[in-house]
């Protein structure tokens, strides 16, 4: 029996003595939530999707059609009784960034999640200029309805104009 115990600890005694090697692998860094959800197909990659579309929610509408080599923007917001707003411009996108200019005093990052897109709390005081009474296009959020040109290109706002119809 102590004999046993003896070999038994004077081979622990060698195994520690062994000179031990990094992992010669690692295992990658765990992806974060979402872009495992995006890996298995469960979500859209917002990378991988063209702005181009119909967005509305509620009274909110934004229409994004390219032309000319550049994409043409328009931005609706009726509350009834004359109290809107309608803008038409331009946008470009840098990943979920979109550079929105509605005018020379109305530029303003909005944000696409590849479905939706959302107009910062706080606009510049210019894009006031688009808006009637006490309405304002501030916080305005739309889902997209269509990817269609056609449907983007025949959004209207209250007051008939058709903001991505065209020049």
Same mark, same amino acid.
């Given at each position: 029996?102590?004999?046993?115990?003896?070999?038994?600890?004077?081979?622990?005694?060698?195994?520690?003595? +062994?000179?031990?090697?990094?992992? #010669?692998?690692?295992?990658?860094?765990?992806?974060?939530?979402?872009?495992?959800?995006?890996?298995?197909?469960?979500?859209?990659?917002?990378?991988?999707?063209?702005?181009?579309?119909?967005?509305? #929610?509620?009274?909110?509408?934004?229409?994004?059609?390219?032309?000319?080599?550049?994409?043409?923007?328009?931005?609706?917001?009726?509350?009834?009784?004359?109290?809107? +707003?309608?803008?038409?411009?331009?946008?470009?996108?840098?990943?979920?960034?979109?550079?929105?200019?509605?005018?020379?005093?109305?530029?303003?990052?909005?944000?696409?999640?590849?479905?939706?897109?959302?107009?910062?709390?706080?606009?510049?005081?210019?894009?006031?200029?688009? +808006?009637?009474?006490?309405?304002?296009?501030?916080?305005?959020?739309?889902?997209?309805?269509?990817?269609?040109?056609?449907?983007?290109?025949?959004?209207?706002?209250?007051?008939?104009?058709?903001? +991505?119809?065209?020049?």
């Amino acid at each position: 029996m102590i004999l046993r115990l003896a070999l038994a600890v004077a081979m622990l005694a060698a195994l520690a003595s +062994c000179p031990r090697d990094e992992p #010669r692998m690692r295992a990658p860094a765990a992806p974060d939530l979402e872009t495992a959800a995006i890996l298995r197909g469960l979500v859209r990659d917002p990378a991988d999707r063209d702005i181009v579309g119909l967005y509305a #929610r509620d009274t909110d509408r934004v229409c994004i059609v390219h032309r000319g080599g550049r994409y043409q923007i328009g931005a609706t917001v009726d509350f009834g009784d004359g109290q809107g +707003c309608s803008a038409a411009g331009r946008v470009s996108r840098s990943g979920a960034n979109l550079r929105v200019v509605l005018g020379d005093d109305c530029r303003f990052d909005a944000q696409f999640d590849g479905d939706r897109i959302t107009f910062p709390a706080k606009l510049p005081d210019g894009c006031a200029a688009a +808006c009637g009474n006490r309405a304002t296009m501030e916080a305005l959020a739309a889902e997209r309805l269509s990817e269609s040109v056609a449907e983007a290109a025949t959004m209207r706002a209250a007051s008939g104009v058709t903001p +991505c119809a065209g020049d």
